[in-house]
């Protein structure tokens, strides 16, 4: 017999010599093959020598330097150092130096070393410390990476807790505590709670809400605004601070580490295979210590009767605690009918350059809040037309903005928008224009305060401002501020607008209110 063959060859092989068959009720015929052997007659002691391989329940047993003992009885002396595979037909896991007791031809136990083989080629040795053969006849195996030992599922993340095998998965199933290795954080790692199958060959891990740690205490993930400091910070699998902070983005799904992005990746795996897809999603990109979210986003700002949703792209970044988010925005609140028509009209009116709806925030605001077919025939219309047929009920807001960029200024505590501002439309009439202005969203103790500054042109502008349900309103369209004024004085308006939202008011601003807000503007863009 060629000794140039391997381990798994060596189970096919029909072989000859002495064969061995145990003849005990309870061995189930076990039953092996050696070219030599001695009996000893005194001690009943068989020697049997140059055992290539004993067939198990699932398994292919190889004694080390191919050693067997029987003794006394038919019991077969343990083995030691030896190797066994399982299972004879997918042959995906391998054991050595392991310590095996051969019970039967249909029942084995042991514990021995494994390799776990990485992406790269890698090995780490773990250890199995029990293995038998279940209900099924199918090998299973256990073994668990102690506290102080140092195991990873891949470089990027490591893991510490329970593992076992099944002989016909090729995949171990990982029971305890990953954390993911990066640089970018000063805080020590939490061990974050875990149990699934585990692809060397793409280590993918499933994140699902609500998160805990491996002492059972809860975890944050994603951006978070901690209310009581007004501070914003990512938590990439951190402890809670406060139950009163706000997510402001997150993802859940499947956790990977892209090698040529250098970054931890939280989606779908549908999202996870096509980034172009509208769903939520969150990285850390480990080369420059930025965390992205990708969706909903919520800004933790106290609006009340003003309703704001956003949707976009947040991007924090950690070295110079630094902000920058670019968005779509709605804004919805009781206002005079004919003052926002007139908004509108004076917005169409002046020539402002168009926003390509499709390539901003705003693809993924409405795809988000509308049904799949609605939304592919109004990106079909606005590739053909570029405006809808017919406005869908789904997207009326008071105001539609679809592309606004803002940072956060931890000094005024405020969101502060820079660049254009694209409009999509106010009510249902569509706008898509940009326009110059400035948007501040600010936090404070006593109600949060909203600002909006659009300039059409330099003779017209309006300006909006909401604080604690009062909604004041001013423009250079004199008409505008005039059907402002006598709306907010109509009892029959005034009834509508509270059955919508109580104590909510709106009233024309002060020409000073306006003139305060764009001196502090103008007076952060001169520093």
Request: glycine share 6%; with cysteine; charged share 25%.
């Given at each position: 017999m060629p000794d140039s063959l391997s381990l798994a060859q060596y189970i096919d092989l029909a072989y000859t010599g002495s064969e061995f068959i145990s003849v005990h009720p309870l061995q189930d015929s076990l039953k092996f093959f050696a070219a030599k052997a001695r009996y000893n007659l005194r001690t009943n002691v068989i020697n049997a020598q140059d055992v290539k391989v004993i067939k198990v329940a699932d398994a292919a047993i190889y004694p080390d330097s191919g050693k067997v003992t029987i003794l006394k009885d038919a019991v077969m002396q343990s083995l030691v150092h030896a190797i066994v595979i399982a299972d004879t037909k997918s042959r995906y896991h391998q054991f050595y130096n392991a310590e095996v007791s051969i019970a039967s031809r249909k029942n084995y136990t042991g514990s021995g070393e494994y390799d776990y083989r990485e992406k790269t080629g890698e090995r780490e040795q773990i250890r199995f410390d029990r293995i038998r053969v279940d209900s099924t006849l199918q090998t299973v195996a256990e073994g668990?990476?102690?506290?102080?030992?140092?195991?990873?599922?891949?470089?990027?993340?490591?893991?510490?807790?329970?593992?076992?095998?099944?002989?016909?998965?090729?995949?171990?199933?990982?029971?305890?505590?990953?954390?993911?290795?990066?640089?970018?954080?000063?805080?020590?790692?939490?061990?974050?709670?875990?149990?699934?199958?585990?692809?060397?060959?793409?280590?993918?891990?499933?994140?699902?809400?609500?998160?805990?740690?491996?002492?059972?205490?809860?975890?944050?993930?994603?951006?978070?605004?901690?209310?009581?400091?007004?501070?914003?910070?990512?938590?990439?699998?951190?402890?809670?601070?406060?139950?009163?902070?706000?997510?402001?983005?997150?993802?859940?799904?499947?956790?990977?580490?892209?090698?040529?992005?250098?970054?931890?990746?939280?989606?779908?795996?549908?999202?996870?295979?096509?980034?172009?897809?509208?769903?939520?999603?969150?990285?850390?990109?480990?080369?420059?210590?930025?965390?992205?979210?990708?969706?909903?986003?919520?800004?933790?700002?106290?609006?009340?009767?003003?309703?704001?949703?956003?949707?976009?792209?947040?991007?924090?970044?950690?070295?110079?605690?630094?902000?920058?988010?670019?968005?779509?925005?709605?804004?919805?609140?009781?206002?005079?009918?004919?003052?926002?028509?007139?908004?509108?009209?004076?917005?169409?009116?002046?020539?402002?350059?168009?926003?390509?709806?499709?390539?901003?925030?705003?693809?993924?605001?409405?795809?988000?809040?509308?049904?799949?077919?609605?939304?592919?025939?109004?990106?079909?219309e606005q590739a053909l037309l570029g405006k809808y047929k017919k406005f869908p009920d789904a997207l009326d807001r008071s105001v539609f903005l679809a592309d606004v960029s803002m940072k956060w200024d931890s000094t005024t505590h405020s969101y502060l928008s820079y660049g254009d501002i694209g409009i999509a439309s106010v009510g249902k009439n569509q706008i898509n224009r940009y326009a110059k202005g400035v948007i501040e969203f600010t936090k404070k103790r006593n109600g949060d305060e909203f600002t909006i500054y659009l300039e059409l042109s330099p003779r017209d502008w309006f300006f909006f401002n909401y604080r604690n349900n009062m909604m004041m309103a001013l423009s250079s369209d004199l008409t505008f501020n005039d059907l402002i004024r006598e709306d907010a004085q109509s009892r029959a308006e005034e009834k509508r607008v509270g059955d919508i939202s109580k104590g909510f008011h709106y009233t024309v601003a002060t020409e000073r209110k306006k003139r305060d807000f764009l001196r502090k503007f103008q007076l952060e863009e001169s520093q």
């Open positions: 668990r990476v102690g506290d102080s030992a140092e195991f990873f599922l891949s470089h990027e993340f490591a893991f510490r807790g329970a593992f076992s095998l099944h002989a016909g998965q090729k995949m171990l199933l990982f029971d305890g505590g990953f954390h993911p290795v990066t640089d970018c954080f000063q805080e020590k790692p939490e061990w974050v709670k875990f149990a699934s199958l585990i692809d060397p060959e793409r280590v993918q891990i499933p994140i699902a809400f609500p998160l805990k740690n491996t002492d059972n205490e809860p975890i944050n993930l994603g951006l978070m605004f901690f209310n009581t400091e007004d501070r914003i910070s990512p938590s990439f699998f951190r402890r809670k601070i406060s139950f009163s902070d706000t997510t402001m983005i997150t993802a859940e799904g499947l956790l990977e580490y892209n090698g040529p992005a250098t970054e931890f990746r939280i989606a779908t795996a549908e999202k996870l295979k096509d980034l172009s897809l509208n769903r939520n999603y969150l990285a850390l990109n480990t080369g420059n210590c930025m965390v992205r979210g990708e969706g909903k986003i919520n800004l933790s700002l106290r609006s009340e009767a003003l309703k704001i949703e956003n949707y976009g792209v947040l991007d924090y970044f950690i070295f110079s605690d630094s902000i920058r988010l670019k968005c779509a925005m709605t804004l919805n609140f009781p206002f005079s009918e004919r003052g926002l028509q007139r908004f509108s009209s004076q917005l169409e009116s002046v020539n402002m350059p168009g926003v390509k709806l499709m390539s901003t925030p705003y693809a993924m605001a409405i795809e988000k809040m509308l049904e799949k077919t609605d939304f592919d025939r109004l990106k079909s």
